[in-house]
C-alpha cells in the first residue's frame, strides 16, 4: 500500500474502532417555559404533538435540575451541566464580590460575561465548531458568552405572540432547510406565564397548551413541504413544570420570623429565597439551619448566598405580604393580581417535572421512554449536530435508547466497506 494512501485509510479505521461515526443533521430546538409533564396528556386533542410523536420519542417525565426555576435550567439543557458546576443558580443573583446583580435577565448587567461564562453553552460551541446557530427569542442569545455570539438572535421580549412564534418557525425552517443555519432555536413563554397567573390546572393553560399546538401542526407541515422528514432533527423540551400555589392562606413573611435589619442582601421571592445576613448575625437569623441535600447539586455555585431557604411544596416566601409580585389583570392602578402558579421547588416533587420529545431521523418513531434529566439533553443534541460534547453531567445511557441508531450503522457500514474495497485493491496481487 502507497504511504499517501495509507495515511487516508488508517484515520479512518481509527475512527470505526473509536466507535465515532460522527454524525451530523440540523437540528431545532424549542424550549418551552413551564410546560409540565403532564400538559401533553390527552393526545387526541393535539394532533400537532400526536403527529410529532409518530415520528419520534417521548419520556415519562424529564426532571428539572434544582432550583426548578428558568435561568439555572435553561443553562443545565444547553451545557449539560448541573447548577452547581455551571453557576447560573437563580433567576435572580447577586455577586458579593463585585456587587453586581442579575434580575431574570432584564438589566443591562444581567449580559456581563460573569454569569454566563461558568460553562459554554451548546450553541458557543457549535459556532465555535463553524456551525451557524439563529435563536429566536431565546433569552441570553443577545451576550457574548466566552466571546461568541451565535450568527443570528432575536432578543427576548416578555410573551412573544402566537404570530411570533409561527414566524420563528418558518424563518427556522427555511435557514435550516437552505443550509444557512446548521442549529436553529425557539423560546415559547406563554404557558409559564399563563401558569403563574391562573395556575396549572386552568382552562387559561389549557387553552396555551392547544394554541401551541397549532404551531406544532404548523411546523409539521413545514417539514412536509420543504421535505426535511428524512433530514432535520426537532427536539421540544421544557424547563421545569408549575404547581398550584395559595396565596394568602401559604405564605411564610419573613419579617414575622427574622429581623430584616440583619439581612444585608435578600434576592428573589417564592420557593428558594437567598439571604446575605450581616457577618455578625448569621447565627441569630439562622437558627434552624439545614444542609442542603447532595442530590441538589446546588451548594458549590459562586454565586450562592450563605443562606438559601427552600419552601416546601405550595408555599411562598416573602418578606411580607406587601411585597408578594402581584400581576397587573386590569388596565388601570396597581398590580393587584394574584398568582396561582409557581415553579422553584426541590426537583424531586412531580409538579415540577418538565417535559420532552424529539422528532426526526436519529430517533426512533412512536416510543415512550423512561425518565431522563435535564443534563441528559445536551449529549443527545452533540450527538445528532455531530458537535464534540465538552465535559457534562449528563448520562448517557439514559438517552442512549432514544436514538434510532439506523443512520449510524449505515454511516458506519458504509465506512466499513469503504474500507474493505480498498484494502482489497491496494494489496499487492489484487
Ligand atoms: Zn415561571
Given amino acids: 500500500m502507497s504511504s499517501a494512501l495509507s495515511c487516508l485509510l488508517l484515520p479512518l479505521l481509527m475512527l470505526l474502532w473509536s466507535g465515532q461515526c460522527v454524525m451530523s443533521r440540523p437540528l431545532l430546538a424549542f424550549l418551552i417555559d413551564g410546560f409540565r409533564a403532564d400538559y401533553m396528556d390527552g393526545l387526541d386533542a393535539l394532533p400537532g404533538f400526536r403527529e410529532l410523536l409518530r415520528r419520534g420519542v417521548t419520556v415519562d417525565y424529564m426532571?428539572?435540575?434544582?432550583?426548578?426555576?428558568?435561568?439555572?435550567?435553561?443553562?443545565?439543557?444547553?451545557?449539560?451541566?448541573?447548577?452547581?458546576?455551571?453557576?447560573?443558580?437563580?433567576?435572580?443573583?447577586?455577586?458579593?464580590?463585585?456587587k453586581k446583580e442579575f434580575l431574570i435577565g432584564i438589566n443591562p448587567d444581567s449580559r456581563l460575561p460573569m454569569w454566563w461564562d461558568g460553562a459554554e453553552p451548546l450553541w458557543v460551541t457549535a459556532q465555535k465548531a463553524s456551525m451557524k446557530v439563529h435563536m429566536y427569542y431565546w433569552p441570553g442569545c443577545e451576550v457574548e458568552i466566552r466571546g461568541v455570539r451565535p450568527a443570528f438572535c432575536e432578543e427576548y421580549v416578555y410573551n412573544p405572540s402566537l404570530q411570533?412564534?409561527?414566524?420563528?418557525?418558518?424563518?427556522?425552517?427555511?435557514?435550516?432547510?437552505?443550509?444557512?443555519a446548521h442549529m436553529a432555536a425557539v423560546y415559547w413563554e406563554k404557558i409559564d406565564v399563563e401558569g403563574h397567573h391562573f395556575g396549572p390546572d386552568s382552562p387559561e393553560v389549557r387553552r396555551a397548551v392547544l394554541e401551541l399546538d397549532k404551531a406544532m401542526q404548523v411546523l409539521s407541515r413545514g417539514i412536509t413541504e420543504k421535505n426535511l422528514e428524512e433530514k432535520l432533527n426537532v427536539l421540544l423540551f421544557s424547563d421545569h413544570g408549575m404547581t398550584k400555589i395559595q396565596w394568602m392562606d401559604k405564605v411564610i413573611e419573613l419579617d414575622k420570623h427574622i429581623n430584616m435589619s440583619d439581612i444585608s442582601k435578600m434576592m428573589d421571592r417564592g420557593p428558594v429565597v437567598s439571604l446575605w445576613p450581616l457577618a455578625s448575625k448569621h447565627q441569630q437569623v439562622s437558627h434552624a439551619e439545614h444542609q442542603y441535600p447532595e442530590r441538589f447539586f446546588y451548594r458549590g455555585g459562586k454565586f450562592v448566598s450563605p443562606?438559601?431557604?427552600?419552601?416546601?411544596?405550595?408555599?411562598?416566601i416573602a418578606e411580607n405580604k406587601r411585597l408578594l409580585p402581584f400581576w397587573k389583570n386590569d388596565s388601570s392602578g396597581p398590580a393587584r393580581g394574584w398568582q396561582h402558579g409557581w415553579h422553584g421547588y426541590d426537583n424531586e416533587f412531580l409538579d415540577m417535572r418538565a417535559f420532552f420529545l424529539a422528532a426526526g431521523p436519529d430517533f426512533k418513531q412512536n416510543v415512550r421512554a423512561g425518565p431522563i434529566q435535564t443534563v441528559d439533553l445536551y449529549n443527545l443534541m452533540c450527538r445528532t449536530l455531530g458537535v464534540e460534547p465538552l465535559p457534562n453531567n449528563g448520562s448517557?445511557?439514559?438517552?442512549?435508547?432514544?436514538?434510532?441508531?439506523?443512520?449510524?450503522?449505515?454511516?458506519?457500514y458504509g465506512m466499513v466497506l469503504f474500507s474493505v474495497l480498498l484494502e482489497l485493491l491496494l494489496t499487492p496481487g489484487h
Fill in 396 to 412: 448517557w445511557s439514559r438517552v442512549e435508547c432514544l436514538l434510532s441508531g439506523a443512520r449510524e450503522s449505515t454511516l458506519c
Fill in 307 to 316: 443562606l438559601t431557604l427552600v419552601a416546601e411544596p405550595g408555599w411562598f
Fill in 164 to 180: 411570533n412564534l409561527t414566524d420563528s418557525i418558518h424563518k427556522a425552517l427555511n435557514v435550516l432547510s437552505s443550509g444557512q
Fill in 63 to 98: 426532571t428539572a435540575d434544582f432550583p426548578t426555576l428558568s435561568y439555572p435550567n435553561y443553562y443545565s439543557l444547553m451545557t449539560g451541566r448541573r447548577c452547581e458546576s455551571h453557576h447560573m443558580t437563580g433567576n435572580y443573583m447577586w455577586d458579593e464580590h463585585s
